[in-house]
């Protein structure tokens, strides 16, 4: 009886990390040096400090501001709802903003050295196999951007990301590489 016990709670117990994405507590870096969590309960978005404090972040759209201690704000983004489902090559994230809104939902594809964030036909790239960004009078150092730069491309050039349109890709008229 104790030995069924003991099997039927680990089992239950590998169910919850089945279901629980391998991606979520990582940062994931986009372009302009703004950052995504992903977290069982909700998403935190990491943004630079303005002139050393979060104070401009505080009672913002974005929600709560929760982390002010390093050299970013993290902030938990407010929704009424949120909700991740497993499709097999992808995760379906849906938030709820408020009472009035419908469920908006995106595809994340985790990938090694980050992830695509699919919204219809349009995907974005976030890079995790990065370090924290540098910022230049507002923007994210030069230097900083060619590393995001450089594993976007791989993350691009992955057989497992999706087929779709990069807003990353899409500027060719633009003189640091084609970042939108």
């Known amino acids: 009886m ?3 016990t003991c099997l039927a709670g680990c089992l239950e117990d590998d169910d919850d990390d089945k279901t629980k ?6 940062v994931y870096w986009t372009p302009n040096g703004f950052g995504y969590t992903f977290e069982e309960d909700g998403i935190k978005y990491t943004l630079q ?5 979060c104070d401009d972040y505080e009672g913002s759209e974005l929600g709560d501001v929760i982390d002010s201690s390093g050299d970013y704000c ?8 949120h909700s991740s489902e497993d499709e097999g090559d992808y995760y379906e994230i849906c938030v709820t903003v408020d009472s009035d809104s419908d469920n908006e939902c ?6 090694s050295d980050g992830m695509v964030m699919k919204e219809g036909d349009d995907c974005s790239i976030f890079v995790s196999d990065i370090s924290s960004p540098t910022f230049d009078d507002d923007q994210a150092d030069d230097d900083w951007m060619d590393e995001w730069m450089n ?4 993350i691009y050039d992955d057989d497992d990301a999706p087929n779709c349109e990069y807003d990353t890709f899409l500027a060719e008229d633009n003189q640091s590489g084609g970042l939108v």
């Open 2 to 4: 104790l030995i069924t």
């Open 21 to 26: 994405p391998d991606f979520y507590g990582e």
């Open 49 to 53: 400090k303005i002139d050393g404090s």
């Open 74 to 81: 993290i902030i938990e983004l407010d929704f009424l709802e």
């Open 106 to 111: 995106i595809e994340v594809y985790p990938l």
């Open 151 to 154: 594993v976007a491309e791989d």
